[in-house]
């Protein structure tokens, strides 16, 4: 009898063991499926695996990776000026943010998210970034609260004190600091998730925008050591470089 008990107690660690795996495997998958698109710059794919993603019941960890999807595709239609898609997008994201922070108030990555919103409602209502620049420094400050080892927050706070101007507590030494921060982040803990080389693309446009092309094209040739079929970097970024082409994207698909 005790025999049996062991033997069943083994088979369902097995079977519990095996699920959390296969669940593992799951999540990595979806996170290289973004990262290939990404790199990629296949846009009429990156839209349909999000629009899926919200028609399933998900974990903490895959709602995650749907708030970066989410987050990527919005970047992405401001930086190419297609407004209407963006707001679209922009409810979208804010109503899953919202639902997300109702079950995990404390979660940081999540309050970064929140920051997001109002940092991309300024870019589509400019006239007001005072109010919305406050709401963004208090998700900003509530997320590093609550955790200081996570990147979504480091990376907001970097993209905050460089757009800030410098009157208003703007500090784009620091905001260099917490972006190559970031980006080791992601490298030591996550380095299957497409914001790793987002971040990195992010430094070289920002290397630009400041007139310090030769670290921007450091960086770009790096990260083609990395992955030579980086479409956005090879084709357009790093070509690019000398013809003073300063707006910033998150994403670049085609």
Request: net charge neutral; charged share 25%.
């Amino acid at each position: 009898m005790i025999m049996k008990s062991i033997v069943r107690l083994l088979v369902l660690f097995f079977f519990a063991g095996t699920g959390l795996y296969s669940q593992a495997n799951d999540l990595e998958t979806l996170k290289n499926r973004f990262q290939t698109i990404f790199l990629a710059g296949q846009i009429q794919q990156w839209q349909p695996l999000v629009d899926s993603l919200r028609n399933e019941e998900l974990n903490l960890e895959k709602e995650e990776v749907l708030l970066y999807g989410e987050y990527g595709l919005i970047g992405y239609y401001l930086g190419y000026g297609d407004r209407k898609r963006a707001r679209k997008e922009l409810d979208l994201y804010t109503e899953h943010v919202e639902r997300c922070l109702e079950k995990y108030p404390r979660n940081a990555t999540f309050l970064a998210f929140r920051a997001a919103v109002a940092g991309f409602s300024i870019w589509l209502s400019p006239l007001k970034a005072l109010y919305l620049g406050v709401e963004n420094q208090h998700y900003i400050d509530k997320s590093l609260e609550f955790d200081k080892n996570e990147p979504m927050p480091l990376f907001e706070y970097g993209n905050s004190l460089f757009f800030r101007p410098a009157l208003f507590g703007g500090d784009k030494d620091k905001a260099i600091k917490l972006y190559t921060q970031v980006i080791s982040m992601y490298q030591n803990d996550d380095p299957a998730n497409w914001m790793y080389y987002h971040v990195r693309t992010w430094m070289g446009q920002v290397y630009t925008r400041m007139g310090e092309k030769e670290k921007a094209r450091n960086i770009y040739q790096n990260i083609l050591k990395d992955v030579p079929n980086y479409q956005w970097v090879r084709d357009e970024l790093l070509p690019d470089l000398d013809k003073d082409k300063k707006r910033f994207f998150i994403l670049n698909l085609e």
